[in-house]
């Protein structure tokens, strides 16, 4: 089983729906993170949080929002989706060395 | 804001060849790490640097972090096929901080 758990892996969603996807770690880390990946482009940070009562925006958090609803579950939500939250977006946890969850890919048409 | 900029962007070779990916930041990191990506998948560590100046290999893959810690090196020699993919590095802020920034990315492709 994989250490760092994203549901779901894909998705197509309209314009305006409230979308959310779950991030689910068993690696003990306190440190989690959700970033966005366009085609072809490296990782941009979206929120992280260093603990359950701890969350910091990134560099692109508008349009998104998280809730750290227990050590090990971080999760990310679209309020409003809109087509340039098209993406593929990744979960991820760290204590030295950041482990990644297997992406969502996010469609909004 | 810490900004890191890979080059080159994009890079096709023939197998065989030696080829440099560079990270280049204006900010000083605690730490850097290099990452691979193959399609559909998260990326996966390849290697941390801490100290100014670190040189680690990794079987044909040498990382060099610089003295100043702002900017870093990926050196392959003798690339092969199995290397392509988008490599990313990312670095951690200082003073113990873990908010990791990732690069622009470099996609690597290797002609067989």
């Known amino acids: 089983d994989a250490d760092v758990t994203q549901t779901p892996r894909n998705r197509i969603t309209k314009t305006g729906k409230r979308i959310m996807l779950e991030c689910s770690q068993t690696k003990g880390h306190d440190r989690m993170y959700w970033y966005r990946q366009d085609p072809g482009l490296g990782l941009r940070l979206i929120y992280y949080?260093?603990?359950?009562?701890?969350?910091n925006k990134g560099e692109i958090s508008d349009g998104y929002s998280v809730s750290r609803q227990a050590q090990a579950k971080f999760s990310l939500s679209l309020e409003s989706a809109i087509p340039n939250q098209t993406a593929l977006y990744f979960c991820?946890?760290?204590?030295?060395?950041?482990?990644f969850g297997e992406g969502s890919w996010l469609t909004v048409v | 804001t810490q900004l890191l900029e890979q080059s080159p962007q994009f890079l096709s070779i023939q197998e065989g060849e030696n080829l440099t990916v560079y990270c280049n930041s204006s900010?000083?990191?605690?730490?850097l790490q290099w990452y691979r990506q193959e399609p559909g998948e998260g990326p996966v560590l390849l290697v941390t640097v801490v100290t100014g100046g670190e040189v680690k290999k990794l079987k044909r893959l040498t990382f060099q972090f610089g003295d100043a810690r702002k900017d870093s090196s990926l050196h392959i020699t003798a690339a092969q096929p199995g290397d392509t993919g988008l490599y990313l590095c990312a670095g951690a802020g200082g003073s113990g901080t873990y908010k990791y920034i990732f690069g622009t990315g470099t996609r690597l492709k290797v002609l067989a």
């Open positions: 900010s000083v990191f605690s730490s």
């Open positions: 949080s260093f603990d359950v009562k701890d969350i």
């Open positions: 991820a946890t760290s204590r030295n060395t950041i482990y």
